[in-house]
């Protein structure tokens, strides 16, 4: 199953350094029956992007007001057996049962540095936004208008070496 696990630049660091990575409470996101029955229409590919919007959305809590954070969006984007449905916390929500590893990386979709300012006022803003805020989800959408980048798994090296 593809997954979309949220994450940060510094957990990205970690992956390349130690080759391996617990997401964040085990949480990812993906294409599961819950999230088709939610559209009414949509291909594989359509909703497979919306699982990925969810996780870049979730990675701005992971970014929040931590200044020593790279203020990019990041989703991790992986191939393994062992995610689990949890339609009760969202219909597109997984749980894993281990880390991942490089080799499950198929691609990791990243900001690029004119997105920064706006990702950091998100992600100072999401909680309220997620309550219904104007102004927040304003803001909100000003990062989310920003396109993530696509690297593949052999490139992580050069891309963390230029930020």
Do not use: C
């Amino acid at each position: 199953m593809r997954v979309y696990l949220p994450g940060t630049i510094g957990m990205l660091r970690r992956l390349v350094a130690e080759g391996k990575l617990q997401p964040l409470g085990g949480t990812g996101f993906a294409l599961t029956p819950a999230l088709r029955e939610s559209y009414v229409s949509g291909d594989t590919e359509e909703l497979e992007y919306a699982a990925l919007l969810d996780a870049a959305r979730a990675s701005l809590r992971l970014i929040g007001d931590d200044e020593k954070e790279v203020a990019r969006r990041v989703v991790i984007s992986v191939d393994v057996d062992n995610a689990t449905p949890r339609p009760d916390l969202d219909a597109a929500v997984v749980k894993l049962s281990g880390p991942i590893v490089l080799d499950d990386v198929a691609a990791v979709h990243v900001d690029t540095e004119e997105a920064e300012d706006a990702v950091r006022a998100a992600a100072a803003v999401i909680d309220a936004a997620d309550l219904g805020d104007l102004d927040a989800e304003f803001a909100l959408g000003e990062a989310e208008d920003h396109e993530l980048a696509w690297y593949a798994p052999q490139e992580l090296p050069f891309l963390l070496e230029l930020l």
